[in-house]
């Protein structure tokens, strides 16, 4: 059971390193206990953890494009950047709820297949799909823009997840999003903000429109999420992470 949220102060260093921890597999130290205390609270942190992996992400584009490799090859070793670095773990939650969602018949088979580690036609199709769409638009925004469009839909892909976490009760009794607890509406909203925030430093009026996107993928996330499972699970939130990521990333190859 995750501690009460209520009692925490809104903001604390250690939630950008448990952050982190969560969100990826770079080799930060965490202190189990302060993270285990903080729980939920260190939610406002996720789109720190986002502008960290892009600014790596970023670096690897960067150089791949100044060593002559064209964008294509650069939006390849991008992405196999943020794959290696968060370890897969928005992928995997991404073809878990196309397996679940699609291959179950009801709540209980859909978690059922959710919670199976093995993937299945859906979670294919989903993964492949991704990762096309993903290496196109970055291929095309590599042209115009890297730093700005890698940090902007890094930062609010995984600020989108904490008003899903807030908002949608949990779907199972038990897995990471269950552990993890329910940020508080403050949590949810402090960023959300702070994604925002940068989104429109970097992009200005073009800022709104990824601030838009993001806000319906979620949106139609948490509804589905909703209708299929009556809630959320981490997978959930993983898919979210995707499908607000690759809408934005289309976005802006509209409007750069």
């Not at 994604?195 to 589905?224: H, M, N, P």
């Not at 009556?230 to 934005?248: C, H, K, N, P, Y």
Request: charge should be positive.
């Amino acid at each position: 059971m995750a501690p009460d949220n209520d009692t925490q102060p809104l903001f604390a260093l250690s939630d950008i390193t448990a952050a982190l921890g969560l969100l990826s597999r770079l080799p930060v130290p965490v202190d189990a206990h302060r993270a285990i205390a903080r729980s939920a609270h260190a939610a406002w942190a996720y789109p720190i953890a986002g502008l960290i992996l892009a600014l790596i992400a970023g670096c690897v584009a960067k150089i791949s494009l100044t060593l002559g490799l064209s964008p294509s090859l650069a939006a390849i070793l991008t992405l196999a950047t943020l794959t290696i670095t968060t370890g897969a773990l928005h992928e995997d939650g991404l073809s878990d709820t196309a397996d679940g969602l699609w291959g179950g018949w009801n709540k209980s088979r859909r978690l059922e297949i959710m919670k199976d580690s093995r993937i299945g036609a859906y979670g294919v199709i989903a993964l492949i799909l991704a990762y096309l769409l993903r290496w196109q638009a970055l291929t095309i925004i590599f042209d115009t823009s890297i730093w700005a469009a890698l940090i902007a839909v890094a930062m609010l892909s995984r600020a989108s997840i904490v008003p899903l976490m807030t908002l949608l009760p949990n779907a199972r009794e038990a897995g990471l999003s269950q552990t993890v607890g329910r940020p508080t509406f403050n949590i949810a909203v402090t960023a959300m903000a702070i994604a925002a925030l940068i989104s429109l430093l970097l992009f200005q009026v073009k800022g709104l429109l990824l601030i838009l996107t993001a806000a319906i993928a979620t949106a139609l996330c948490a509804r589905i999420a909703k209708s299929k499972i009556g809630g959320q699970t981490g997978d959930i939130l993983g898919a979210t992470q995707q499908i607000s990521e690759i809408v934005m990333l289309l976005t802006l190859t509209a409007v750069l």
